[in-house]
């Protein structure tokens, strides 16, 4: 279709499809104060790269989102979309961004075809080659049953596949999603993120991730901003950044993503110093080719003794092989120190939590 091969060329380019530069953004309150939202904020987003930010409620991921989609202006800094600055560029250049949020907004009494059209093609010229481009796109989203269904007959999922074909309808080059899955039962939302990353894929698109759902995160970013109170804590490869979070705020995404923490009843007996027979409790954290062989069982035949596993998985963030497991070992040495040289020895991340009896 059309927009395939518009964005399959844009794709060539080398530079950063958007760029923030040190944006600055706060809102004036009734009481005359104001309350920043972001606060020297840089990022870029690459051709064709999905982009994820996570972070707590007013840490200013929506703000940024607005900005993204220059439906905000900085009250500082610059944004770019394709080297062309919204603030001098305009509405020519917010033409190139589509957000969708978390409530779509679909016209009644119109089919799934008819809306995706109107919004190819508002004003009608081009029927033949509307009809090529909407017919593509139906069939990038799966939605050829429902083409011809009234929006209000549409199920939550359908609904929003059908929102985010008419966010595509206009031909974008970066897509925002604020919260896109949110109160989406888990087998609706993936067939959404089924849908996207088919999408991002093949077309080339590029998109800016906002959301709470971690799910969505590890399944399309390679590369995630954790944000807190308007600044950017840690950025990096998402697997990195989860498998090894060294913020607070990252760790307890990380921990939403890989299910490891301590489970409250032995949580509440951590002591910081070892008791004779007790166990030490240690995270583990796995990346790359670690993620893929059996380090720990090697480390446990190697040293004589089991490792208990009481919490984490394994699996892949934007296409990476990460985990986090958190295990239990012997405290007593001189056990204890051989699990921490060979587990360090494998290349594993290893951190201390503490000791239980």
């Keep these: 279709m059309t927009m395939s091969l518009r964005l399959a060329r844009a794709s060539e380019s080398t530079e950063p499809l958007l760029r923030i530069r040190d944006a600055r953004k706060s809102y004036a309150l009734r009481d005359g ?22 972070g707590s409620a007013g840490s200013g991921k929506s703000t940024l989102g607005l900005l993204a989609a220059g439906l905000e202006p900085p009250c500082s800094g610059h944004v770019t979309l394709d080297g062309h600055d919204y603030e001098t560029a305009g509405a020519k250049a917010r033409r190139g961004v589509a957000t969708l949020g978390a409530d779509p907004d679909l016209p009644p009494g119109k089919t799934v075809r008819e809306i995706l059209a109107e919004r190819h093609d508002p004003a009608g010229l081009d029927d033949d080659r509307t009809s090529a481009a909407i017919d593509g796109l139906i069939d990038l989203l799966d939605l050829t049953e429902d ?55 093949e077309t080339g698109l590029s998109a800016l991730l906002i959301t709470h759902d971690m799910t969505a995160v590890t399944a399309l970013a390679r590369r995630v901003v954790v944000l807190d109170r308007g600044r950017i804590v840690e ?61 720990l069982t090697s480390v446990a035949r190697d040293l004589g003794f ?17 985990g986090v497991l958190i295990v239990a070992a012997p405290a007593d040495e001189p056990y204890f120190t051989a699990s921490i040289e060979r587990l360090e020895d494998a290349e594993l991340g290893v951190e201390l939590l503490g000791f239980v009896d």
């Design 33 to 54: 104060s104001e309350r920043l939202a972001l606060d020297g904020v840089s990022i870029e987003i690459a051709q064709g790269e999905i982009l994820a930010v996570v």
């Design 147 to 201: 083409a011809d269904r009234l929006a209000d007959e549409l199920s939550d999922g359908e609904r929003r596949r059908a929102a985010l074909g008419r966010a595509l309808a206009g031909d974008p080059r970066l897509l925002v999603l604020d919260e896109a899955t949110s109160a989406l039962d888990p087998e609706i939302a993936a067939t959404f993120l089924a849908a996207l990353d088919r999408i991002t894929r």
């Design 235 to 295: 950025e990096g490869p998402t697997a990195r950044v989860f498998a090894r979070p060294a913020h607070p705020v990252s760790r307890r995404f990380a921990a939403a993503a890989t299910g490891a923490t301590v489970p409250p009843f032995l949580a509440e007996k951590l002591a910081e110093t070892p008791s004779a027979g007790g166990k030490a409790l240690i995270r583990l954290a796995f990346e790359g080719a670690a993620a893929t062989r059996p380090v």
């Design 306 to 322: 089991d490792f208990g596993i009481l919490a984490g998985s394994l699996g892949a963030a934007g296409g990476e092989p990460y």
